[in-house]
């Protein structure tokens, strides 16, 4: 069984349990990203889709691996994120702002760092 979903990565302009805030342009998506559990191991799907948007980091992704997809498809993981390297930042009122990353992979984990990261519709694959 496999699922896709769709949700961010990433919102901007909200403070992460980092300290860290995200600014609208500061992706630099290389092409194809990794779909990972907890920013580790093997990969668990693909992403299919992602682009930056008004609001955020909108992702699009396949997971295949069946333990992971029943817990995506029942509600049982809805957090996103994603691993970076920082290319450009400034010390805001807020924290850090993060003005341009270089995107290196997007996990689904079980507590996002940014609360509103997370799966907002999920569908099974036919097929």
């Known amino acids: 069984m496999s699922v896709r979903f769709a949700g961010y990565a990433a919102v901007f302009d909200v ?3 980092g300290g860290d805030v995200l600014r609208r342009g500061a992706f ?7 779909l990972l559990w907890q920013h580790g191991g093997d990969p668990v799907g693909a992403v299919e889709w992602i682009e930056e948007d008004d609001k955020g980091l909108r992702v699009i992704g ?12 029942d509600g049982g993981v809805t957090g996103l994120s994603f691993g970076y390297r920082v290319r450009e930042s400034r010390r805001g009122p807020r924290g850090r702002e993060l003005l341009q990353v270089a995107l290196v992979e997007v996990s689904l984990v079980a507590s996002p760092m940014q609360r ?3 799966v907002h519709a999920v569908e099974p ?3």
């Open 15 to 17: 403070v992460d349990r």
């Open 28 to 34: 630099r998506v290389p092409g194809a990203v990794p």
């Open 62 to 73: 396949r997971v295949e691996a069946p333990m992971l997809a029943r817990l995506v498809r």
């Open 116 to 118: 509103l990261a997370r």
């Open 125 to 127: 694959v036919r097929g």
